[in-house]
């Protein structure tokens, strides 16, 4: 079953507005979460590194105040698009890696695909 | 700069046959590689890990490592229809905080 789940799944919004996505990992905690976004027929590109208790790495190109994360508890971190416009839509990801992982297994929610009109 | 290569095809096999699908990597001391497979519109799932050189298999999945060679492979025996998905390739690199490192991914078409 999933390990990770997203909310909302599908949110469209008005230029200007803010939209919040949460990802919550189900049945451990994880203290790492990571969050992606994908434009269509392009790969996952890596956002953001969410930690618990800490301020989120963010990857070179990505505003950090502009996605605003949040990892206040060891089972949700959120991602808040502030001031979203048209070219902010895309499909969002978020994953975590169980605990129990060796290898560092992550494992995706099933993403929140944002519409900006 | 770290860098994953796949061969975005589109690669198209008939169903029972067996789809090859590769991947290189840039960063030799990298150590951990995984497969995902995303369907269009969904997120990717994970469907092979591999760690150490040689092959691991799982079901119809094989997956194929050769850490000398930078070069990692999955094999789908008896291809069926609903394989036909995305597949991407990823890997954790040295020094990298356990993020992934995708490939562009390849489209396998599987067909009827």
């Known amino acids: 079953g999933a390990v990770v789940s997203q909310h909302p799944s599908r949110v469209i919004c008005k230029s200007g507005t803010s939209v919040k996505i949460e990802c919550r990992s189900l049945d451990f905690q994880a203290t790492t979460m990571f969050w992606y976004r994908q434009f269509p027929k392009q790969s996952l590109m890596l956002m953001a590194t969410?930690?618990?208790?800490?301020?989120?790495?963010?990857e070179q190109g990505v505003e950090k105040d502009k996605f605003l994360i949040n990892h206040a508890s060891l089972t949700l971190s959120t991602l808040t698009v502030t001031s979203a416009h048209p070219e902010d839509s895309s499909f969002y990801i978020c994953?975590?890696?169980?605990?129990?992982?060796?290898?560092?297994?992550?494992?995706f929610g099933p993403g929140t695909r944002l519409t900006v009109l | 700069q770290k860098e994953v290569e796949q061969n975005s095809g589109p690669l198209s096999v008939p169903e029972g046959a067996i789809a090859s699908l590769n991947c290189t990597y840039s960063d030799r001391v990298s150590q951990s590689f995984f497969w995902y497979r995303q369907y269009s519109g969904k997120s990717p799932e994970l469907i092979m890990s591999?760690?150490?050189?040689g092959d691991k298999e799982d079901g119809r999945f094989t997956a194929q490592l050769n850490k000398a060679s930078q070069y990692v492979s999955l094999l789908i025996r008896d291809s069926q229809p609903s394989d036909s998905a995305t597949y991407l390739c990823?890997?954790?690199?040295?020094?990298?905080?356990?993020?992934?490192?995708f490939g562009s991914g390849t489209q396998l078409t599987v067909l009827p």
């Open positions: 994953s975590a890696i169980l605990p129990r992982s060796s290898y560092n297994e992550q494992f």
């Open positions: 969410s930690n618990e208790g800490s301020k989120a790495t963010y």
């Open positions: 990823a890997v954790i690199s040295s020094g990298s905080a356990r993020q992934l490192t």
């Open positions: 591999i760690y150490s050189n």
